[in-house]
């Protein structure tokens, strides 16, 4: 069965700071992987969508990679805000299978 | 804009009680999903559904069932709810094929009580 980790589980950073959150699965036969935003009692927010064939996505200050051989991917945010603080998961999609198996999440803190 | 609506944000209902959760989406999408998010548990996929009529369990289906009667809309039934199902349900949909991003809605809090 697929299984998806996500390191570090908490994270605090200063306001400005460059930041890379962590996503690792461990069968690489996946079709693509999904970023997602959570706030606090909210729902899922696509931040990024990387297809198979891809090695990374770029949107705005946010750039994830993902190298499928070593099974990982990463999301990088560039400059962070205070607004950029919620929980962030990774999902990736199995070749075959119709759905998403996610990660538990990383919480971002940014502090002003 | 695209969306995946569901009916309710906060839902606090009795033990024993039949439970309908709506979800309706507006993008043609062919799958929806129904997932229950806990502290701890990460998110657990419930049922899905690639078609109209059709439905697939998922990995916790025990307690619950699902209808989709049109294409737009999915619903996750809960027979009888029991405090266990306390929970926040998310829907989501997207196209048929793994190429496609997933689209989620806000979410439901059920509290059983």
């Known amino acids: 069965k697929q299984e998806v980790t996500q390191i570090p589980a908490a994270l605090s950073v200063p306001e400005g700071e460059n930041l890379v959150l962590n996503c690792s699965f461990t069968?690489?036969?996946?079709?693509?992987l999904q970023w997602f935003r959570q706030d606090p009692g909210k729902g899922l927010t696509s931040l990024l969508l990387?297809?198979?064939?891809?090695r990374e996505q770029t949107s705005g200050r946010l750039n994830a990679s993902l190298d499928k051989s070593s099974g990982r991917s990463t999301l990088y945010i560039a400059a962070s805000q205070p607004g950029d603080s919620a929980t962030y998961l990774c999902a990736v999609i199995k070749t075959g299978a119709n759905n998403l198996f996610f990660g538990t999440g990383t919480r971002l803190t940014v502090i002003p | 804009d695209v969306k995946v609506t569901q009916s309710s944000r906060y839902l606090v209902k009795r033990t024993g009680e039949k439970v309908f959760l709506e979800c309706v989406q507006d993008?043609?999408?062919?799958?929806m999903f129904w997932y229950r998010q806990d502290p701890g548990l990460g998110l657990r996929l419930i049922y899905f559904s690639y078609d109209v009529k059709m439905k697939e369990k998922g990995d916790i289906p025990e307690g619950y069932s699902v209808s989709r009667e049109k294409k737009e809309r999915f619903s996750l039934i809960l027979e009888s709810a029991s405090t266990n199902q306390t929970s926040m349900y998310l829907c989501a949909s997207s196209f048929l094929g793994a190429g496609y991003g997933y689209t989620f809605g806000s979410g439901t809090r059920l509290t059983v009580v």
């Open positions: 069968d690489s036969a996946i079709y693509n």
């Open positions: 990387i297809q198979s064939s891809q």
């Open positions: 993008m043609d999408h062919e799958n």
